[in-house]
């Protein structure tokens, strides 16, 4: 079964820190850029980055310029968000995303971020 | 940056209506268009991409078109499971993906 499984959110003071992990399973990993696309509550989808098959190529929305970084380890067939200077906007659930080109095929249920005092 | 923008916000139609819901970007995207389902507290879900081609196994009821700034999806004959929010996405670049703000389409 093709499967992606996040972890690692959480409730976290502002200006702290989160790291998420998404791993897959069911498929060729290492065959597919890899996103982490988020949606705070009741509000649409918000794509925040993505990663190329071999993690030679990083792309960020501009809003998470600076403090989020993207990686994989196609070896653990995982993907990674390092978030610091987390900010109450940021409360969203997290999605990891994933496909052959820009299309989004694959996805994950989400993993919660809140961040409040 | 591209700007994607869905209308209408939301949308009241009945099981068998036919529904059509526009995505209009703010420059050229050839056809790096992708139409996602999302029911509420699930992910979502490919519907279509490169603008007109079906995702396996989605109902060939779904239906895509346009290109350049105009694009489209179609639903022939609304089914009770059809009824959730709709998003398109433009992935032009690989440096930028941005969807639109999505499409509430409502059991009248």
């Known amino acids: 079964e093709v499967q992606l499984e996040e972890s690692g959110g959480g409730l976290v003071q502002p200006g702290g820190s989160l790291r998420l992990t998404c791993v897959g399973a069911?498929?060729?990993?290492?065959?597919?850029?890899m996103s982490w696309v988020r949606q705070a509550p009741g509000k649409g989808l918000e794509w925040v980055a993505n990663?190329?098959?071999?993690?030679?190529?990083?792309y960020y929305v501009d809003f998470v310029k600076g403090r989020f970084i993207i990686s994989r380890d196609n070896a653990k067939n995982s993907l990674y968000l390092q978030m610091e200077y987390l900010r109450a906007d940021d409360t969203a659930m997290f999605f990891c995303a994933g496909g052959r080109l820009g299309e989004l095929s694959l996805w994950g249920q989400g993993t919660l971020v809140t961040v409040s005092p | 940056d591209i700007q994607m923008t869905q209308s209408p916000s939301t949308l009241s139609a009945s099981v068998g209506d036919r529904v059509t819901i526009s995505c209009r970007a703010s420059?050229?995207?050839?056809?790096?268009l992708a139409w996602y389902q999302q029911k509420p507290g699930k992910a979502p879900k490919l519907l279509i991409y490169k603008a007109s081609t079906l995702e396996s196994g989605v109902p060939s009821r779904f239906s895509g078109s346009g290109s350049g700034t105009e694009f489209t999806l179609t639903i022939s004959c609304l089914q009770p499971d059809d009824f959730a929010t709709y998003y398109c996405q433009q992935y032009n670049s690989y440096s930028e993906y941005t969807f639109g703000q999505g499409t509430k389409l409502e059991i009248k």
């Open positions: 420059q050229t995207i050839s056809n790096w």
């Open positions: 990663v190329k098959q071999d993690g030679s190529e990083k």
């Open positions: 069911g498929f060729r990993f290492s065959d597919y850029w």
